[in-house]
């Protein structure tokens, strides 16, 4: 999951209030659907609790491709595994189209305190860094407590030193704490150069306290220089804030020796399948997920969980006896870790069929249980996502009285451009024990969970397909 | 926390049936302890609730030290550390006996699938495990889901093969699990040389699902070819299941660069501190943990919360306005995780003294709560015991009606050559997910509970050094 969408994303789950159910009696009007369609989404219910696709799909992509970084050698394999997993799942149509940017490489990572008390750390380059040299840094830390209390340091004031921000991302079932804590990842190298640091380490951008440590991107500013920048574990970077209490002056050495060669352009795709519709096949209703991955881990969760829903969910659409009225459209996109170049490709690739993006919803967070849906829609819809949240309320699934969704991650940006758009909140509260480590692995993936979660967007997909709504 | 006390220690509390706490009512006797003596306790309690002095000793240790393999430089400092300590907190005598060994240092460890699907996985050597050259080796994997099935593969039928032991830990309040899994880490070397395989690599002797490997005490046997052996972590070990699933030739590269070089000696120290007895000196009241670690983490754990515990335990006693009756010794052994060779030095330096140790109890078991208490006593001692529960029920402690306890791990030697002992049992659910693991870190202590722990112990060696009674 990448910073912008999610920041976006969490504020306006954060700012939801609790659904009032019982508003729904007074929003009577015809029945969206049909009975036979009714008996399809049941059908659809049915058949996917008993089915394991979505599982064995991501239990595939993660053990036969693994990791999957923009221009990265699991970033081709992945394009080719998607590709022939649609095709076999009975897709349509089955297209790439090319997506470009740079192969960022991670190289090493070392960090160890040398005085006063000596202590490797366990660190890791932010997506992007430049590197410290082979022989890498040592200076004295330049501790502050968040971004702020770095903004706030004098200019100039920090030269040589290696900057530390220790800020602690809170843990909640939104997710909310990453907004307050991705800032010093993302934008923390900017500032610390600009007062004339030479490196910066920030605490994990997580809530767990294993001794594995959170990548992610970061952005330099043109006219800034760039300096290497990596993160600790949470329990490393306790470790530094506790020699620090000791005495300020804590010497930290550092190696980081990310390579991307600027002259190479590295080549992804976004990968799509469609069902095509059986009345209104130039209709589409969007449902996607990121196919990339950070180069840590195996990518399970972010985002490995949202293909596998979405390619099983289309796939059992397309196994009931007609076609969708609408055609439904599976977007994996690429790139989305470095900064949405897949999303910002397809916005480029379908300009002139934006108009034609019916409805849309990805999915980018995680495994936890689904217990909320918020609607983007225009007024006269509401009635049909009342409707809709008829059919996820047995799923666990409140409808939130808030209409301001946008889509998440790289769907935000087709959202922005006026499509409308549902967005299903999980609990979180797990998902940044794990987000952008190495801890990104199969065993994460909670199997009821992911056939709940197939099954909405499956039955999503199946009641914008079928229904006649305008949902602008 | 070694192999082979572990093993007797959790056998003795698998076959513990539930307290049956209503039996004391019968066991009526003379207090052990006077009016004085009980507000004593009282006040060691109150005074071990306001005080952080045990998490400030872990905290000390973690941070200023590290960890401590016997031979490291951390070995070292951590003698002069807790010398310093004891000192510092008021014991009346603080001394060090030497214990020799080797320094096996761990070097690098590599692990990846190269065929059918390359993926790196986390893996790490076994402790004392010898290497497999700079350059790595390449095999087939010959799977095996535990170790005896391993056992019953024909002679010479793993020629040339890395054999890879899939066996889980089960996760169990009681640890159980530990020893079902850990023949494989420390004998399955020995069993898949002698069949002619090349290497041995297991799954993690853990319950975590972290990409974090554990490591541990291995063996070799004299005429048996040692071969290298590493742990893969849980997730890295799923993987390896997943592809042996698709294909049964599946070939991983294993570089491990351990070293030790067997002409140096290396010298480490069992510390030991006392608070005198009053009336009886030479009676000892023994309270012990280890001093050593494994050279991942800062083992705050495994054993940093026993340091802190018996040395704030001792400290708070000495703070009392008088002296107990009985000497309150305090052993912080040396190099038990390589195989107790504190313990077995401190049975050949105190052997004539042995008859002196009243009775003892050692921590080694992590940072959870403890629940059960059972003695290995002598018969007549069994209503002193019954006393000492009632001061610790209020704790949550409850008496197991067994009495054939061994102290935990190093003083498991001396309840063998004939110490009365006690055995405090916690609730051991995580301590698997994080033993001889890098995330063996301070943030792993749960401070209610090192209170808890910290006070039951005081109050057994006050009680214990204070009482008339005869253990034997």
Redesign the interface.
């Known amino acids: 999951m990448f910073k912008n969408t999610r920041k976006r994303f969490i504020k306006n789950l954060a700012t939801s209030a609790v659904v009032l159910s019982s508003c729904m009696s007074f929003l009577v009007s015809a029945d969206v659907l049909t009975q036979q369609q009714k008996n399809e989404m049941n059908s659809l219910s049915t058949t996917i609790a008993k089915s394991d696709l979505s599982y064995q799909l991501i239990?595939s992509l993660t053990?036969?491709?693994?990791h999957r970084l923009m221009g990265s050698e699991g970033d081709k394999k992945s394009i080719e595994w998607a590709v022939k997993k649609m095709q076999a799942l009975g897709f349509d149509k089955v297209w790439t189209e090319d997506v470009h940017g740079t192969f960022w490489q991670r190289g090493e990572a070392k960090a160890k305190i040398i005085s006063p008390?000596?202590?490797d750390l366990?660190a890791i380059a932010l997506g992007g860094s430049v590197g410290t040299g082979e022989q890498g840094l040592t200076a004295n830390i330049a501790h502050f407590e968040n971004l702020a209390a770095l903004k706030a340091a004098p200019d100039d004031s920090l030269a040589g030193k290696i900057v530390f921000i220790s800020h602690r991302m809170e843990k909640h079932i939104t997710g909310r704490g990453y907004g307050g804590a991705v800032g010093a990842r993302v934008g923390g190298a900017v500032i610390a150069a600009q007062k004339g640091a030479s490196a910066l380490v920030i605490r994990s951008v997580g809530t767990d306290?294993?001794?594995?440590a959170h990548t992610g991107i970061m952005r330099y500013k043109e006219g800034v220089v760039k300096i290497p920048a990596a993160s600790l574990s949470?329990?490393d970077a306790?470790?530094l804030v506790?020699?620090l209490k000791?005495q300020a002056n804590v010497s930290l050495y550092l190696k980081l020796t990310p390579h991307t060669d600027p002259k190479v352009i590295a080549k992804s795709a976004n990968v799509i399948g469609e069902i095509t519709g059986s009345e209104s096949p130039n209709e589409i209703v969007a449902i996607g997920a990121h196919l990339d991955s950070w180069d840590v881990?195996?990518g399970a969760m972010d985002d490995g969980m949202g293909v596998g829903m979405m390619m099983a969910a289309a796939h059992h659409i397309a196994q009931l006896p007609q076609r969708p009225k609408r055609t439904i459209r599976v977007i994996l996109f690429a790139a989305e870790e470095v900064g949405l170049l897949g999303a910002k490709q397809y916005m480029v690739d379908h300009k002139d069929e934006m108009k034609n993006h019916i409805i849309g919803a990805e999915w980018d967070f995680g495994t936890g249980q689904i217990y909320k849906m918020t609607s983007g829609v225009g007024k006269n819809a509401l009635p049909a996502i009342t409707e809709l949240a008829k059919y996820l309320q047995p799923l666990g699934v409140e409808l939130s009285p808030e209409n301001n969704a946008v889509a998440q991650s790289d769907m935000s940006m087709l959202s922005e451009a006026g499509m409308p758009s549902m967005n299903f909140a999980p609990d979180g509260t797990l998902y940044f024990d794990y987000h952008h480590t190495?801890?990104d692995?199969?065993?994460?993936i909670d199997q009821p969970t992911l056939k709940q979660a197939t099954t909405i967007y499956a039955l999503f997909a199946y009641f914008a397909a079928n229904s006649g709504v305008n949902f602008r």
Chains 1, 2 share one sequence.
Do not use: A, H, Y
């Open positions: 239990e053990t036969e491709v693994g008390f000596p202590q366990v306290n294993n001794r594995t949470n329990p306790d470790m506790n020699q000791r881990g195996t190495e801890n692995t199969l065993d994460k």
